[in-house]
């Protein structure tokens, strides 16, 4: 851990790792803390107390009851999603049975999460402590760089990262791809989107069951596009977004698909007092995608924000089946954010609509990075579960 960016990460203070041994909590002369397992068989058990004692002085010292993690094959392989979840913790504790494993019981009363590296069996949890520790790390602030965070999102969508290429522009008689040496941003954006949907189904055609296509949309105050734009950067890498504030997206033809996710940002989700900064730098750890060209806004009333971007009045009296004249669903799977009174109004629209609606979400999450990044991770967990 001392080398590279968690060494990096230590000497900045961004986390700290701290080491107990469980044999300094053993009940006996001898410091020993495993014994014969009852009912007989070859190895032997790691005792129940001395781990205990080993946890509960951990509790002690933070003064509050951690998340405990033990490291056995005998679990859920990590995967991103949890990684990102455990890096929301402030302390976590990773328990880790060496030669051995350890009396069912005070795993039974301490182990709050039960994590596999991979289904192979290591000589210990040790290692497995360390690939844990390692990624984790990689979401703390502080701990990567903002141009290595920006380049790091590629299981994000659960799909892989498409290829990459530098000079030179030939190599072993081998040219990099013309559409990167363009310069038209939209298209590699799609095309990278593309390559990385093709290598996925090529090398891991088991991460496609698990990705899905967001699509957002948006109404309400100027502020609501801004906040889509961020909520589904923080979703997705490859999210796209709509602003139906435009009349003419208002009659365009929308079919959702069971793979896809909705994401509707509605009005309360930007009053005039919320934040939403013109620049996150790197904030969400992703990436920033230029959203999609909104076709046909000819004639809108437009008025030129301070980024040269164009922003559309707002008519509160359009009612959701105007609005929404071509939005439809098929099992599709919504998540609403806005006022209550307007989530009220949108589900039951939605569900009309054969959408889905898998979580409300409080406009407060605009409020500040980590409450935005909690809201993703919650909503692509809930995403995953509803498929
Ligand atoms: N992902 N191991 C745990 C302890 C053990 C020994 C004997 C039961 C009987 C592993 C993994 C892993 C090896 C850690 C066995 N348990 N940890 N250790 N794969 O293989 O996390």
Redesign the pocket.
């Known amino acids: 851990m001392g080398t590279s960016i968690t060494g990096r990460a230590i000497k900045n203070g961004s986390i700290r790792v701290d080491t107990v041994n469980i044999r300094d909590f053993s009940t006996r002369k001898t410091m020993r803390v495993d014994d014969y397992p009852y009912g007989g068989g070859a ?1 032997m058990v790691m005792e129940p107390e001395p781990v205990f004692r080993a946890v509960k002085s951990v509790e002690a010292r933070i003064g509050r009851k951690p998340r405990v993690v033990y ?5 859920r392989v990590l995967d991103q999603t949890k990684v990102e979840s455990l890096a929301q913790e402030k302390d976590l504790v990773i328990l ?7 009396d069912e019981r005070v795993l039974q009363e301490t182990v709050t999460d039960y ?11 040790e ?2 402590a360390l690939v844990l520790i390692d990624a984790v790390s990689r979401f703390v602030p502080g701990v990567l760089s903002n141009e290595e965070s920006s380049q790091f999102e590629s299981l994000q969508d659960n799909l892989l990262e498409y290829p990459q290429y530098t000079r030179p522009e030939v190599w072993h008689q081998q040219s990099v791809p013309p559409i990167l040496l363009s310069g038209d941003h939209l298209k590699i954006e799609e095309w990278r989107h593309e390559e990385s949907l093709k290598r996925t189904k090529e090398r891991r055609p088991d991460l496609l069951k698990n990705s899905y296509r967001v699509i957002c949309v948006s109404y309400g105050e100027p502020g609501a596009a801004e906040n889509g734009r961020l909520l589904t950067e923080s979703v997705s890498r490859y999210g796209e977004y709509m602003d139906y504030n435009r009349r003419k997206l208002q009659k365009t033809l929308l079919r959702m698909k069971p793979w896809n996710l909705l994401l509707l940002v509605m009005p309360g989700a930007a009053g005039e007092d919320s934040a939403f900064p013109a620049e996150m730098p790197g904030a969400a750890g992703v990436e920033k995608a230029k959203p999609a060209a909104i076709p046909g806004a000819a004639g809108e009333e437009k008025t030129a924000s301070a980024e040269g971007k164009t922003a559309v009045r707002y008519d509160p009296s359009v009612p959701f089946a105007e609005r929404f004249r071509g939005l439809y669903g098929s099992e599709t799977p919504a998540v609403l954010v806005g006022s209550d009174d307007e989530i009220e109004k949108a589900s039951a629209f939605l569900e009309n609509r054969k959408f889905r609606v898998i979580a409300r979400v409080s406009p407060a999450v605009f409020g500040g990075d980590s409450l935005l990044r909690n809201a993703a991770l919650d909503i692509r967990e809930k995403v995953l579960h509803f498929h």
Do not use: F, K, R
């Open positions: 190895g490291m056995t094959p005998q679990a880790c049975g060496h030669y051995e494993g350890i994590i596999s590296i991979g289904d192979y069996v290591l000589t210990g949890g290692l497995g």
